[in-house]
């Protein structure tokens, strides 16, 4: 099933269907091949996804590279990205850097997503 996506997925890109870059990226994603994934989810950026940086983001804290994740997730805030806020509020909880954690546990819980609870039982477990 794999290699027939991925077969739609390149023809339609190769037509311009610039949506399929994206999905591209999430099916490699999906099957734990991040430096394809990477690699699509730039190009998905660059074609305006504001997705893309979410998933930069993700990609980064799967290969330890905090810094660029941290970038990443940063960008993709700026988007009111919940997903993000959240993720690096986690991200800054793992290096026990509390302070920031918070900050972006509570920005996340702010939006009134479904998020929301689990941003403030990760603050209150912080507190």
């Known amino acids: 099933m794999f290699e027939l996506s991925k077969k739609y997925y390149m023809d339609a ?3 311009g269907c610039n949506v399929s870059i994206h999905e ?3 099916l490699y994603f999906e099957h734990n091949n991040y430096d394809r994934s990477k690699k699509y989810f730039i190009m998905s950026k660059n074609n305006g996804n504001l997705d893309a940086e979410h998933y930069l983001g993700v990609i980064s804290v799967l290969k330890n590279d ?3 994740a941290i970038y990443y997730f940063m960008n993709s805030i ?3 990205n919940i997903e993000s ?3 690096l509020g986690f991200l800054y909880d793992n ?3 509390y302070k920031n954690a918070i900050v972006y546990y ?3 819980a702010k ?3 479904p998020l929301k609870n689990a941003c403030l039982c990760r603050c209150t477990s912080i507190l």
Do not use: G, T
Request: charged residues 40%; contains cysteine; positive net charge.
């Open 66 to 68: 905090y810094d660029v």
């Open 78 to 80: 700026k988007n009111d």
């Open 95 to 97: 290096m026990n850097d």
């Open 24 to 26: 591209l990226a999430i």
């Open 111 to 113: 939006l009134n997503d």
């Open 13 to 15: 890109i190769k037509k």
């Open 85 to 87: 806020m959240f993720c």
């Open 106 to 108: 509570k920005k996340a």
